[in-house]
């Protein structure tokens, strides 16, 4: 038996237009899993993440939807459940440094920016999936956290930092809260990836030093979180709850 078959499972996987929310919904979908793909802007990121999909043999459907928002996270929801049935697994993915800002310059608009993308949209998706899942006694729910968490981030993103840091901790909570219910609560915690979020915000000079402090000489791909994430969701993964799996080529070692 192939405790990695996902077939006749429903995921919804946030901000799966591109970086490790498109190689997670493709590597869901190879798992037999149909999949809700969800973006805020980027219509045509979504669009190549449903033909890859759909390449993989996989169905899905795009969503728009703000998820910082209760009533994009409804609206979310609602048109997945309506279109693939209810949903077994959430990948909650969708999050961002926004920009890079010293801590003196921060700004109370951007800290809520940031707040509300990494940290309340956790909390809201998770909410609006609970219901079904608890009724059904089984779900599972995969957090995005990050290595910044653990050290406080690159430059300027100590706020980032820290919204990644609460991220972790809440699946810690929510996994405690939701075992009784079958429904097993992880994360994955990523290093430094090769995605446009740091194509955007990191010079090839501190991609350049990034690798250099990471043991495996190099950074990672989207795809090889995507694939940690799938099998997270999946059965062979059904005794790992409240955990954090690093993945990062051994920058941190604990």
Known sequence: MNKQDLTGRTALVTGASKGIGQWTAIALAECGAAVSINYHRSLDGAQETRRAVESAGGRAIIVQADVSTKAGVESLVGTTQDE????????????????????????????DQIMDLNLKSVLLCSQAVMPGMIERRKGTIINLGSIAGHNGGGPGAAVYAAS?????????????ELAPFGIRVNGVSPGVIGTPFHDRLSTPEMMNQFAAAIPLGRVGTAEECGRIIAFLASDAASYIHGEMIEVNGGQLMD
Do not use: Q, Y
Request: glycine residues 8%; proline residues 2%.
């Open 84 to 111: 693939l049935g209810p949903i077994d697994i959430l990948v909650n993915n969708a999050g961002d440094l926004i920009k890079r800002s010293s801590l003196l310059d921060f700004t109370e608009e951007l800290w």
């Open 164 to 176: 990644k840091a609460a991220v972790m901790c809440l699946t810690k909570g929510m996994a405690k």
